[in-house]
């Protein structure tokens, strides 16, 4: 199939797995052309089946903001027309699945899209009054829905009280590429061999609570020396730096900023932190999982349908770092116990969320939406 994504191109969940739903879909076979106002973060594969098309945006002075959400389904009506399009995938409902919306209009309803929620874009942008309508006109209309996890999907129906169908296709993780590495020169960059390694791995917003990842290092250090990688940017950094000089561990803390490789980063730590006030699923918490990393995060969201707490992953109430430092401790402090919950979680991700998996769900939906939207299914055209 000839496959159009829209995403975030930026450090955040969504856009990373439209980016990798991608990548993995043109080694399938597919062809995939990303539209988006820039390139996204981890499209860094060189497939000949993979291609970028850039939204820009003229700035008239007429207009106080940008008119992207145009200028976006104009390119959308542009790409589909020049590569033959069969089905557009946008990520994130405002203002993608809009754009698709009227893109399609455009092309005289000759052009599917799903749509697929990864959390905020409900749980936040969502209860906006401001967006709550255009949000629930955009869910409505789409004619396919996905979501990241059966909590965000009733979420969706609970707050938008949808009534089309929605399929929950959850994040997946390439377990070739994120997986069980034994790489002392890397770690002993970071840590010497006596010490854990703790890892913390987000956009640094509110929402993800980075500033709990300071207590829990601090607190643990009193029993257990560990270090603390922090990996991203965003609005709490700077609070994250001042906290850590402020409980006298600035120097046991490493900010290592945004980066497009994570698997090494994950595969070398010992604890993975995901302390969020709230998560749609947890994807970062899946890739550390895949490289045998056990997970210490907030019972919230979606993460228990991808944690299963003792056994590979400790869940804790949101904002009780007491609770999050005795997870971690029981841990690190416990050999044995260590290694089993470490080699389930590489399990979990391997039985449960590998690529393998769930890219032919999206496949198998993709061939329905488009088999609703064409009149003659066998004119779409197919690997």
């Known amino acids: 199939m000839r ?4 995403c975030y191109p930026t450090y955040g969940g969504s856009g990373i797995v439209a980016t990798e739903l991608g990548i993995e879909l043109a080694e399938r076979g597919h062809e995939v052309h990303f539209v988006t106002y820039a390139n996204p973060i981890r499209l860094s594969a060189e497939s000949p089946r993979v291609h970028y098309h850039e939204v820009e945006v003229t700035n008239y002075p007429l207009f106080q903001f940008p008119p992207y959400a145009l200028a976006l389904a104009s390119r959308m009506v542009e790409v589909t027309e020049s590569a033959k399009l069969d ?3 946008v990520h994130y409902a405002i203002p993608h699945s809009i754009s698709a919306m009227l893109a399609s209009q455009m092309l005289d309803g000759r052009l599917p899209f799903i749509t697929t929620l990864h959390g905020t874009d409900v749980t936040l942008v969502g209860n906006d009054p401001s967006y709550f309508p255009i949000t629930k006109f955009a869910i409505d209309r789409s004619p396919g829905v996905t979501t990241i996890s059966e909590y965000l999907r009733k979420r969706t129906v609970d707050v938008f009280g949808v009534t089309n169908g929605i399929r929950v296709i959850p994040n997946f993780v390439n377990c070739d590429l994120y997986r069980v590495v034994q790489d002392d020169g890397l770690r002993i960059r970071y840590a010497p061999p006596d010490e854990k390694i703790l890892i913390h791995l987000s956009n640094f917003r509110p929402v993800k609570r980075p500033l709990d990842c300071i207590h829990i290092l601090a607190r643990l250090n009193k029993t257990i020396l560990s270090r603390l990688l922090m990996v991203g940017d965003g609005p709490e950094r700077g609070p994250c730096e001042s906290l850590a000089r402020e409980l006298g561990v600035e120097d046991r803390v490493e900010f290592l900023s945004k980066q497009l490789q994570v698997a090494p980063l994950l595969a070398l730590a010992d604890v993975f ?3 969020s006030e709230q998560e749609g699923f947890g994807l970062a918490a899946l890739e550390a999982m895949a490289c045998g990393v056990p997970t210490v995060a907030s019972d919230v969201g979606g993460i228990p349908e991808l944690i299963t707490p003792g056994e590979d992953g400790m869940l804790c109430p949101v904002g009780d770092t007491d609770a999050m430092t005795d997870a971690c401790a029981a841990l690190l402090g416990d050999a044995d116990r260590y290694e089993t919950v470490a080699g389930a979680a590489r399990q979990t991700a391997l039985t449960r ?13 993709y061939r329905e939406v488009c088999g609703a939207a064409t009149p003659d299914a066998a004119s779409v055209s197919s690997v």
């Open 3 to 6: 496959i159009g994504i829209t």
């Open 87 to 89: 089905l557009l995938h």
């Open 273 to 275: 932190l995901l302390p």
């Open 353 to 365: 969320f590998c690529a393998s998996k769930i890219i032919p769900r999206y496949e198998e939906y």
